[in-house]
């Protein structure tokens, strides 16, 4: 005999309720006594956390709250979010934390992406109440589905180990995420056995943001015609990268207290006497590690900063100096490789080859936005246009360029010229070097080292002020335009 409609709830919602106990107990979340401030949206990951963590409080003699910062990105929307969760924080009687900010202002400021903005700014107003407040955990309502999408992504943006290891249960001791083994379909179960009620964000159906086109888009055609446990499979991969990243991080961690000495909480000095002899690989895991002891995470880090800092450890020049995002500062004195966190940011890495008074420069571009190249004298700016609006190429001058946005991928890079540097002229069959380029137009000195290249996936997709590359030009299929624009500064 078949169980009934409400015995089929029950059941999902008793499931649900003892995945989130077993999580907790499985990564010691939660300790008696905690206050945990929970962040709630006011979608339904975060409410079904919020609802079980309030029925569990008591199990576990924890103080709960609810935090919730109005992005102000859906303008009328984004405030009905945040009077429903004040409506349900009553219900629960949950003491309320919110706080309005406007993210697109910060991202202009900040020139990141505006998803990266809004979790600068989340993140930075859930630490505040932490030391305000004295919360000792931060729960957030991250779920399997979340996970699979995290991996994908990172995998499709080549990421190693670490990306492919996707979103963790618990960071840096104190976020935690007791839903990582739920899967959508069970948080959706759970509200509905337990009638609560949630808001929609309407953001999370543009097909624009990559992210959703994963989740709308690409795990329902790999459930479809590839694997119907895609969202298992993808958590599974994540979990084994976890378990090796952790076990490769403590096979290093002898070369780093060997290599590497922490002057302060955030610089480090790194011996390259020491890792000199050391494979590539332990290398790389040797610098990550240091910037992130510095930094205290490895957000917009990737292998092409890593590789950045290799290149000045291993120039023949004695001195030179490297900027990371987020104002990390590396510099090289002689076999001392130092990695600081700097108030400001500044670029003049002597590392080139063909010049050894040359200053290598390396910027990470995460969406359209404006990019100053201060050794170049100039500004870039990237703007998203519409095809209709591609001019004639005869009307186009030198410093426009109109780029295929469809086969772009981000983050772009904008550096100058390295030795071997080639790329497929707009116009002209086969490849040809760099130098040979700017030998054949006469350019010279200074103007040809610090020429801003325009790079993606590891191919010069445009020499600025100059030409394009043929990988990029405008065809009958193009949709989406990039236009890039080079401005004296």
């Known amino acids: 005999m078949g169980l009934t409609g409400d015995r089929l709830k029950r059941k999902a919602s008793e499931h649900f309720i003892r995945t989130v106990k ?3 107990a499985d990564y010691s979340m939660i300790a008696f006594g905690d206050a945990v401030l929970t962040a709630v949206s006011g979608g339904p990951d975060s409410i079904a956390l919020a609802h079980v963590l309030h029925s569990l409080a008591d199990d576990y003699g924890i103080k ?45 400021m900040s020139r990141t992406s505006l998803e990266e903005a809004a979790r600068e700014a989340r993140y930075s107003f859930f630490a505040s109440l932490v030391e305000e407040h004295r919360f000792t955990k931060i729960a957030i309502g991250h779920q399997k589905n979340d996970n699979s999408e995290q991996v994908l992504l990172n995998l499709l943006r080549g990421s190693g180990p670490s990306g492919l ?17 739920l899967q959508r379909s069970d948080i959706l179960g759970y509200i509905e056995e337990k009638e609560l ?17 994963i989740r709308h888009q690409l795990i329902p055609e790999l459930e479809k015609n590839y694997n119907p446990g895609i969202i298992t499979v ?15 991080d403590s096979l290093i961690q002898a070369d780093f207290e060997n290599c590497v000495q922490i002057e302060k909480p955030h610089i480090a000095s790194l011996d390259l006497k020491c890792a000199d002899e050391m494979d590539l690989a332990a290398k790389r895991r040797l610098i990550r590690k240091a910037i992130y002891t510095v930094k205290g995470d490895l957000r917009r880090i990737t292998l092409k900063h890593v590789d950045a800092v290799l290149h000045l450890a291993e120039t023949g020049s004695a001195e030179g100096r490297l900027d990371l995002p987020d104002k ?32 290598a420069y390396l910027y990470t571009v995460d969406v359209p936005g404006i990019l100053p190249v201060e050794e170049a004298g100039a500004i870039i700016k990237f703007t998203e246009v519409r095809v209709a609006d591609v001019p004639d190429y005869s009307e186009i001058g030198r410093n426009l360029a109109f780029l295929d946005m469809d086969e772009l991928e981000f983050p772009l890079f904008v550096r100058n010229m390295r030795a071997g540097d080639r790329f497929s002229p707009l116009g002209v069959n086969g490849t040809q070097k760099i130098k040979k380029f700017f030998t054949d137009h006469k350019i010279y000195g200074q103007r040809r080292r610090m020429c801003p290249l325009l790079v993606c996936r590891n191919k010069i997709i445009w020499i600025a002020g100059h030409r394009i590359d043929n990988s990029v030009k405008i065809v009958t299929k193009t949709r989406r335009v990039l236009k890039a624009e080079l401005l004296l500064a």
């Open 328 to 359: 990390i500062q590396v510099t090289k004195r002689g076999t001392i490789l130092r990695i600081n966190r700097t108030s400001t940011s500044r670029w003049s890495a002597r590392v080139g080859k063909y010049d050894s008074a040359a200053r």
């Open 234 to 248: 993808l958590n599974r991969l994540g979990n084994i990268m976890q378990a090796e990243d952790r076990w490769i």
């Open 165 to 181: 290891s996707g979103i963790r249960p618990i960071r840096n001791d104190h976020i935690i995420r007791p839903l990582i083994r």
């Open 197 to 213: 009620s949630y808001v929609t964000d309407s953001s999370n159906s543009d097909l624009s943001i990559r992210r959703n086109r």
């Open 64 to 108: 709960l709250a609810v935090a919730h910062l109005n992005h102000k990105l859906r303008d009328e929307e984004s405030d009905r979010d945040a009077e429903f969760v004040a409506e349900f924080s009553r219900n629960l009687c949950l003491p309320l934390y919110s706080e309005t900010i406007d993210v697109r202002s910060l991202q202009l």
């Open 22 to 24: 077993r999580t907790i």
